[in-house]
């Protein structure tokens, strides 16, 4: 799921993202494009920073889905209203995903920010990376990833089954057939991705923790985004937005729909053959 989301354009979407986040203000879409075109051509240019960190976090949705799975289904043992179960659920799938994630990510941005760095062996470039500012920058940004990311999936499912629901309920009172295609769940989790890019703020904070800083530099989510906020604004916050909210609705779309219409198959053909 992550993998054809990632290789179909949300890569090269979220390379975007990270590099207008950390950008002058006056950088546009178009100028960033043609910037990392004139670098490495168009391929080069759209899988940036894909080998190997991108095609490492094609597995982020593990964590996710099997911390999402199973502190559901202990909530769902005890009872727990479903009202609670699926924020909850949400919540300590994003965590989970920020520990994972928080490396690949910090080592990706480091790669777009510096062209430098992506002409490198992989091997060379980590070591240059850690050499300078040592092993455990590849958590810059880990508690303030935490936040966000336990947010975001909190919202993503909590909406996406929401949505989900009522468009079910919408179909049985109309006599329709209540089960949704592929297309439809994807419709649901897009508009799941959508709210959860309410969370750009803190994502842009993240982001600018994690880029190259100079010597002596504070990297704390606080001083960061003092700077932030020093430099742009209250508008700095929401920097890429526009990219964000497709981008987000995009993976999302992949996620929720693809994951959700692959379990109802693997049930349904459970069912048939037990």
């Known amino acids: 799921m992550v993998l054809g989301e990632l290789l179909t354009g949300g890569h090269y979407l979220e390379v975007l993202r990270l590099k207008k986040q950390t950008s002058a203000s006056h950088h546009t879409y178009p100028s960033i494009h043609n910037a990392f075109v004139a670098e490495t051509g168009f391929f080069g240019a759209f899988y940036r920073g894909f080998l190997p960190w991108g095609i490492i976090q094609t597995i982020k949705g593990l964590p996710v889905l099997f911390v999402q799975g199973e502190v559901q289904h202990l909530l769902e043992e005890r009872m727990i209203d479903k009202e609670i179960i699926g924020p909850a659920s949400g919540i300590c799938a994003g ?122 530099m504070k990297k704390d989510a606080v001083s960061v985004a003092k700077r932030i906020h020093n430099e742009f604004g209250f508008r700095g916050f929401f920097r890429a937005m526009g990219i964000k909210v497709i981008d987000n609705m995009y993976h999302v779309g992949w996620v929720y729909g693809v994951g959700t219409f692959v379990n109802q198959e693997l049930k349904s053909w459970r069912e048939e053959n037990n």
């Open 95 to 216: 965590a989970a995903q920020a520990v994972f994630v928080c490396p690949t990510q910090k080592l990706k941005v480091m790669v777009i920010e510096e062209a430098s760095l992506n002409a490198l062996p992989v091997l060379t470039a980590v070591k240059q990376i850690v050499k300078k500012n040592g092993v455990l920058c590849i958590y810059d940004g880990i508690f303030a990833m935490m936040l966000r990311r336990s947010m975001d999936w909190c919202i993503r499912f909590t909406v996406s089954h929401k949505v989900n629901d009522m468009y079910v309920e919408y179909k049985a009172n109309n006599d329709l057939d209540p089960n949704l295609n592929l297309l439809e769940l994807c419709g649901c989790g897009m508009v799941g991705g959508f709210a959860g890019s309410l969370t750009h703020p803190i994502d842009t904070i993240i982001t600018n923790c994690q880029k190259p800083m100079p010597e002596g």
